[in-house]
């Protein structure tokens, strides 16, 4: 799964984003792929989803970006509502259960669903 805890930047999908958007590669359309099945979000989708749910909840609020990104004004810059509203839905499907998320249901056979869940549903309800 590539996961090291339970946060939304402990895992290798957040690490990636955060290098696309420090470097300033980062579109909504460059991460599209991960979220084209709607009946099913696999685990990369979820890591992203559930990292640009954090990313904007801390880029709204002025904090520079985990990992010692840096600035996270051009982030800022790129959340409309429209676009806050996609990665509440993305994050939701994430959280929705085994049967359509990959990552819940990793979590789950880890045995570290509860943990998982609540910094995830703790990010979402800031969103």
């Not at 805890?5 to 402990?10: N, P």
């Not at 709607?38 to 709204?60: C, K, T």
């Amino acid at each position: 799964m590539g996961a090291w805890e339970t946060g939304a930047f402990d895992n290798d999908g957040a690490g990636d984003l955060i290098v696309a958007i420090t470097e300033g590669y980062f579109t909504f359309e460059s991460v599209a792929w991960a979220f084209e099945d709607e009946d099913y979000i696999e685990v990369d989708g979820g890591q992203i989803a559930l990292a640009l749910a954090e990313l904007a909840v801390r880029s709204r609020a002025g904090e520079p970006l985990p990992l010692g990104g840096g600035d996270s004004a051009p982030f800022a810059a790129l959340l409309s509502p429209e676009r806050i509203e996609w990665i509440r839905t993305q994050a939701t499907r994430t959280l929705a259960g085994a049967d359509t998320s990959e990552l819940y249901e990793l979590w789950e056979e880890a045995g570290e669903l509860e943990d998982w869940l609540a910094d995830a549903r703790a990010t979402l309800a800031k969103l």
